[in-house]
């Protein structure tokens, strides 16, 4: 295997069959130790939460494949904590996609002064952010990706649509066991003339709720997979 990138959360490696396969780490995105998925880089390590995004990963990409929404999985190996995925090609030097159902977190370090911390956004609210630390992974619009040559409207349109019809998948299924989910981090990329969702659906990349408290990644792996 060749190492291809070093992440904040996984390494990824190229195989000799053209697959890529990505390595999770037990890194997560926060700040002062505190567990943030909205954060723009790795503020504390949980022993196991490599493996447990992985086994959360694989149960939603499996609900996807049977909704029959194609994505970049191939198989994975959870002894390992690897993921063996099609390679895609990313938006730009890599474009983060985020749907919010409840606004909170960096939504409201931005928008606070128009709305309250636990607004529900009905309907969810898809926003994009350049994967670049140096410049705190700024914010673009679709205008704004097709004018840099990044994507095509008709690119964006299909990335949006996706992007809400997994976050319901994933939110309906959380529901089901009694738990709320408040916003949710993806990745896309293109593959074979198509954009498709990469990377990981990670309980390290979502905000979720039980009640009134957030609900730690590692424990929300085990709520989800032991059902």
Known sequence: MELIYKGKTKDVYSLENGNVMLKFKDDCTGKDGVFDPGENAVGLTIDGI??????????????????????HYVSADIDNATMEVLPATVFGHGLEVICRL????????????????????????????????EK??????????????VMTP????????????????????????GLDLWDIKFEFGY???KVILIDEIASGNMRVYKGDKIVEPVELTKLILNR
């Open 154 to 177: 008709d690119m964006f349109e299909s990335m949006k649509e996706q992007t809400l019809k997994i976050t319901k998948i994933v939110a309906d299924d959380l529901k089901s066991i």
């Open 136 to 149: 705190g992974d700024p914010l673009v619009t679709g205008e704004g990706l097709a004018a840099l040559g």
């Open 191 to 193: 593959n074979d003339g």
């Open 102 to 133: 409840v606004a909170t977190g960096s939504f409201i370090r931005r928008y606070g002064e128009y709305i309250e911390d636990g607004t529900k956004l009905e309907g969810g609210y898809v926003e994009c952010t350049f994967k670049n630390d």
């Open 50 to 71: 490599g493996k447990a995004n992985l086994e959360t990963s694989i149960h939603y990409f499996e609900l996807l494949k049977k909704a029959g929404i194609k994505t």
